[in-house]
């Protein structure tokens, strides 16, 4: 688990802009939380440095409770921080607390700022490099965000899985219903799905890639 920030970098996060997430602070506090996954610097002119979800997240937790960031995922596309958007599986909550919709709600904001941010047109409505990177987590996050229940001790619900295929998920759901609502819900947030069909079982699942244009 990361080491939270110094009293230094907290001040400088609680002082970034409430909307934007833009951070003033010397060029090696703004360094430290860039290496700490706090922050990010923006790649164009006058390259101003913003909050990340993770930084966003440890701005509104109280400064006893701050979350600690989500280390750089390995292969596995695996995040071990305090959040982690909930992939469907027997080890997971069934069903979420009022805290817990919070965090998705604050992560999910996070996100689309970062899309603003990142992505060269500024464009919400499709997924930034962060989430090409972090296919998995990012799609369950989309469905979470949503509302849609992941699967969970006896309760089902969606499964988002890694696939061979380049920038691809798949996703599982109880029925056909849940499986059409999951489509819908990943496309509005910038995803390409299609239904497939495992060839060996007969199960339909969505193959989904984030879109580029």
């Given at each position: 688990?990361?080491?939270?920030?110094?009293?230094a970098?907290?001040?400088?996060?609680?002082?970034?802009?409430?909307?934007?997430?833009?951070?003033?602070?010397?060029?090696?506090?703004?360094?430290?939380?860039?290496?700490?996954?706090?922050?990010?610097?923006?790649?164009?002119?006058?390259?101003?440095?913003?909050?990340?979800?993770?930084g966003?997240?440890?701005?509104?937790?109280?400064?006893?409770r701050?979350?600690?960031?989500e280390?750089?995922?390995?292969?596995?596309?695996?995040?071990?921080?305090?959040?982690?958007?909930?992939?469907?599986?027997?080890?997971?909550?069934?069903?979420?607390?009022?805290?817990?919709?919070?965090?998705?709600?604050?992560?999910?904001?996070?996100?689309?700022?970062?899309?603003?941010?990142?992505?060269?047109?500024g464009?919400?409505?499709?997924?930034?490099?962060?989430?090409?990177?972090h296919?998995?987590?990012?799609?369950?996050?989309?469905?979470?965000?949503?509302?849609?229940?992941?699967?969970?001790?006896?309760?089902?619900?969606?499964?988002?899985?890694?696939?061979?295929?380049?920038?691809?998920?798949?996703?599982?759901?109880?029925?056909?219903?849940?499986?059409?609502?999951?489509?819908?819900?990943?496309?509005?947030?910038?995803?390409?799905?299609?239904?497939?069909?495992?060839?060996?079982?007969?199960?339909?699942?969505?193959?989904a890639?984030p879109?580029?244009?």
């Amino acid at each position: 688990m990361v080491r939270p920030p110094t009293a230094a970098q907290r001040r400088v996060i609680d002082a970034a802009d409430p909307v934007t997430g833009r951070l003033r602070g010397t060029e090696a506090q703004l360094a430290a939380l860039v290496r700490r996954g706090l922050a990010f610097r923006h790649p164009r002119p006058p390259h101003d440095h913003f909050l990340t979800p993770a930084g966003h997240r440890i701005r509104e937790a109280p400064p006893e409770r701050a979350p600690a960031v989500e280390p750089r995922p390995d292969g596995a596309d695996r995040d071990d921080g305090v959040f982690t958007a909930r992939v469907g599986g027997a080890e997971e909550p069934a069903l979420p607390g009022p805290e817990r919709l919070r965090e998705v709600h604050s992560a999910w904001q996070g996100l689309l700022e970062l899309r603003r941010m990142t992505n060269p047109d500024g464009a919400v409505d499709r997924p930034c490099g962060w989430e090409r990177t972090h296919l998995v987590r990012a799609a369950a996050l989309a469905l979470e965000a949503a509302g849609h229940r992941p699967a969970g001790g006896d309760a089902d619900g969606y499964r988002v899985r890694a696939t061979p295929q380049p920038e691809a998920v798949a996703v599982y759901a109880p029925d056909t219903g849940a499986l059409t609502a999951c489509a819908a819900t990943l496309e509005r947030a910038g995803w390409q799905p299609g239904e497939c069909t495992e060839p060996r079982t007969g199960v339909r699942y969505l193959l989904a890639s984030p879109r580029r244009v």
